[in-house]
C-alpha cells in the first residue's frame, strides 16, 4: 500500500545558550573497555541540551528512552533540529 503524505516540516531551534554546562548533571565512573579502563565521566541531560551547545568526549548523554556515549577524541554538536552529530 502506497499513502501520499504532506511534507514534513522540521522546527528549527533558536540558539539558547552557548554552554553545554547548564545540562550537566553529574560525573559517575563509567567503563570504557581495557585500554581506557573506568574514567569519571560527565552525564549530560539530552532534555536540556539546546542548538550551538557542544560536548567533548568522553562524555555521556542521558534521556528517558535512550543514551549517547560521546567516545574519546570525538566531539557531539547539538544542531538546529536538536540532533547530536557526532
Known sequence: ?????NKIRLKKQA???EKSQDALK???G??????????QCPIYEREKLTYGNVIEGLAIIEQYESTTVIPPDQ???I???GNVVI
Open 30 to 39: 563509567v567503563y570504557f573497555g581495557g585500554t581506557i579502563g573506568f574514567v
Open 75 to 77: 566531539m557531539a554538536d
Open 1 to 5: 500500500m502506497v499513502a501520499i503524505t
Open 15 to 17: 540558539k539558547k545558550r
Open 79 to 81: 544542531d538546529e533540529y
Open 26 to 28: 553529574a560525573h559517575r
